[in-house]
């Protein structure tokens, strides 16, 4: 009689044993494909103000250096002259946070128009393919608005908006 309850405790021991290999073998599977990677959940988005937005943006590899192409649209409802643009990084070509200017941009945009920025980021620190990058972008321009400036140059006051990029480092090919 003895044996009979070994026997069944065995049983029961080697039916929830293959259960629960079962279960590390379908968790092992779901960690390799990386559907548990934080980075996998961040939405991509460049944000700077309604009136003035980011209608597309790109991160990528080039060669040593990474490069970040942004386009900006003129939706102000007056012209404006785009004076400066600058991204505020943090461990992106430089160690700490780091500030990457156009210089002066000088481009006028009428109302509906667009322009694109390219920024190269140079030097030690440069992101592995596929990581996740945040930056701050600062768009100073003038107001072209007649009533304001009606020669549409850089006097007057200027307007300073600020936004944000997350963006995922591509690699072309």
């Given at each position: 009689?003895?044996?009979?309850?070994?026997?069944?405790?065995?049983?029961?021991?080697?039916?929830y044993g293959w259960?629960?290999?079962?279960?590390?073998?379908?968790?092992?599977?779901?960690?390799?494909?990386?559907?548990?990677?934080?980075?996998?959940?961040?939405?991509?988005?460049?944000?700077?103000?309604?009136?003035?937005?980011?209608?597309?943006?790109?991160?990528?590899?080039?060669?040593?250096?990474?490069?970040?192409?942004?386009?900006?649209?003129?939706?102000?409802?007056?012209?404006?002259?785009?004076?400066?643009?600058?991204?505020?990084?943090?461990?992106?070509?430089?160690?700490?946070?780091?500030?990457?200017?156009?210089?002066?941009?000088?481009?006028?945009?009428g109302q509906g128009?667009?322009?694109?920025?390219?920024?190269?980021?140079t030097g030690d620190?440069?992101?592995?393919?596929?990581?996740?990058?945040?930056?701050?972008?600062?768009?100073?321009?003038?107001?072209?608005?007649?009533?304001?400036?009606?020669?549409?140059?850089?006097?007057?006051?200027?307007?300073?908006?600020?936004?944000?990029?997350?963006?995922?480092?591509?690699?072309?090919?």
């Amino acid at each position: 009689m003895r044996s009979k309850k070994g026997q069944a405790a065995a049983e029961y021991l080697v039916t929830y044993g293959w259960a629960l290999l079962l279960l590390v073998v379908v968790i092992a599977i779901l960690l390799s494909t990386g559907i548990f990677n934080p980075s996998a959940f961040v939405g991509e988005e460049c944000v700077i103000q309604p009136d003035i937005p980011c209608t597309g943006f790109q991160l990528y590899k080039s060669g040593s250096s990474t490069v970040l192409l942004m386009s900006v649209e003129n939706r102000l409802g007056y012209t404006m002259l785009l004076d400066e643009v600058k991204v505020t990084t943090t461990d992106l070509g430089q160690a700490g946070e780091y500030t990457w200017t156009t210089g002066r941009v000088g481009t006028e945009l009428g109302q509906g128009g667009n322009a694109t920025i390219r920024f190269t980021f140079t030097g030690d620190k440069q992101p592995s393919p596929d990581a996740i990058e945040r930056m701050k972008v600062s768009l100073t321009y003038y107001s072209c608005a007649r009533e304001v400036n009606a020669a549409c140059d850089a006097s007057g006051n200027p307007h300073t908006v600020t936004g944000r990029i997350t963006a995922r480092v591509l690699v072309p090919g």
